[in-house]
Structure formats: C-alpha cells, structure tokens
C-alpha cells in the first residue's frame, strides 16, 4: 500500500520548536521530490517547504523561511520539518506529500503532488 504518514505534531508555545517526520511507504521514496503544505481553518492550503529527489533543490514559503528546514533522509524513507521560533500564525494541519517518480520538483504547486498523507496538526499558542 502507497502511504505517507506524518507524526510530531503537537501543542507548543511561541518561539518554541517541533520537528515534523513523514514515513513512506510502498513507494520508491528516493525517486519522488517531497513537500509539506498546512492548511489552516477557514483558510486555503499552502505550500510550506518542498525538496527534490536527492535534495539538491529546496523551497521554502517567505512565511518560514529561516525558520523551518527540509531534510529528505532516503536510507530511511523520511522526510522532516524541522520549525523553529514558531508563531501562532503556523498554527495549522500539516501535511506531506509525495511527487510521482521521476518528476521533476513542482515546488510549492499542490498540483505536482499525488500521494497525501491525513496530516499532524500543530498549534502554536502565544
């Protein structure tokens, strides 16, 4: 079975830390450029950090950038998040998702994406 699974979310206070895993599996992982996208309530989805295959090529949102870090660990089928100084404006359901194999990066376009996981929620109070 083709899977994604998010874990790491949580409760945290402002400025404080969390770092997000995304487990794959059925999938080749190494071949599929990842990326995270979070949707608020009452709000659209919204790209928040993407990387390529073999991570030479990353993407951040300016609402994160210098905060969070992507890392894609293929040895081990996972991709992070890694939020710092977060603020409750990241507070939202977060969610990974997988490329098709071999495609190039479609950054922060939802659209090049075909594999969703139910995502973690992180609330970040103030």
């Known amino acids: 079975q083709v899977q994604v699974v998010e874990s790491g979310g949580g409760l945290v206070q402002a400025g404080g830390s969390l770092r997000l895993s995304c487990t794959a599996s059925?999938?080749?992982?190494?071949?599929?450029?990842m990326g995270w996208f979070r949707q608020a309530p009452g709000k659209e989805r919204e790209g928040v950090s993407s990387?390529?295959?073999?991570?030479?090529?990353?993407e951040y949102a300016d609402s994160v950038k210098g905060r969070f870090t992507i890392s894609k660990d293929n040895a081990k089928n996972t991709l992070y998040l890694q939020m710092d100084s977060l603020k409750p404006e990241d507070t939202a359901m977060y969610y990974c998702?997988?490329?098709?194999?071999?495609?190039?990066?479609?950054?922060?376009?939802?659209?090049?994406?075909?594999?969703w996981g139910q995502g973690t929620q992180v609330t970040v109070s103030s």
């Open positions: 998702a997988a490329g098709a194999p071999y495609a190039s990066s479609r950054g922060l376009n939802a659209d090049g994406y075909n594999v």
């Open positions: 059925g999938l080749t992982f190494a071949a599929r450029a």
């Open positions: 990387i390529s295959r073999l991570g030479y090529t990353i």
